[in-house]
């Protein structure tokens, strides 16, 4: 038995002080401006939080650009339902995968021609919310540059949010989010044989 149940006077007296911290802490948050989420960690489900995060600014009306890093081609779920709304850019790096290619001069090439979109995206003050899935992967391997990168993330539009996904996000790119969060991997189904599952992996 939790001791909340045991002594609920001393319960309620730790929830009235833990309720007291937030409403001070909501009280001077108030700042309204555009918000640079980092996704990273190797655990599953950076994209599908990046798109969680699309479907709740369309569902206010926001517009929403998104570029997909090293997806490549592949018939996503996502995809189909998303590119069909109206407030949507979407736009799928060509090459997809780099240990598909083995070509390190077209995948930059192809990286550079993705950020092109995505540049545009950020200048873009219509744009509510940006999507650029993957991205950690292209200043990983040095397909773009980094200065360049966090430079067009400084000088967005003000409002504009951001939501950056992808495995080992640099120092830049964290330092400079306003919130990161970093997915841990337990267990993973593929690890176990099992394929990619429609509706979950895509």
């Known amino acids: 038995m939790s ?4 002594d609920p006077e001393k319960h309620v007296e730790r929830m009235k002080r833990i309720k007291e911290h937030v409403d001070r802490r909501i009280a001077k948050a ?14 599953k489900g950076k994209s599908s939080s990046s798109l969680g995060m699309v479907a709740r600014a369309l569902g206010h009306g926001m517009k929403v650009g998104v570029v997909q890093f090293l997806k490549g081609e592949w018939d996503t ?12 850019q979407w736009h799928i790096m060509s090459s997809g995968f780099t240990w598909e290619t083995q070509n390190r001069e077209q995948d930059k090439a192809s990286s550079e021609e993705a950020w092109v979109h995505a540049k545009a995206l950020l200048q873009d ?3 509510d919310l940006v999507v650029l ?4 992967y292209l200043l990983h391997y040095e397909y773009l540059n980094e200065d360049d990168v966090v430079s067009a993330i400084i000088n967005r539009p ?8 992808g495995r080992g996000a640099s120092e830049s790119l964290i330092e ?8 841990k991997e337990i267990k993973h189904a593929f690890k176990r044989g099992i394929k990619a599952q429609k509706g979950l992996e895509y």
Request: hydrophobic share 35%; net charge negative.
């Open 30 to 43: 108030q700042e309204d401006k555009g918000t640079f989420v980092l996704l990273t960690g190797n655990g």
């Open 158 to 165: 003000e409002k504009q949010h951001l939501v950056v996904s």
């Open 176 to 183: 400079l989010a306003d919130t990161v969060s970093e997915i």
């Open 3 to 6: 001791k909340a149940i045991k």
């Open 133 to 136: 899935d993957e991205l950690t």
């Open 125 to 127: 003050d219509s744009i």
């Open 77 to 88: 779920g996502e995809i189909s339902f998303f590119k069909k709304h109206e407030n949507v």
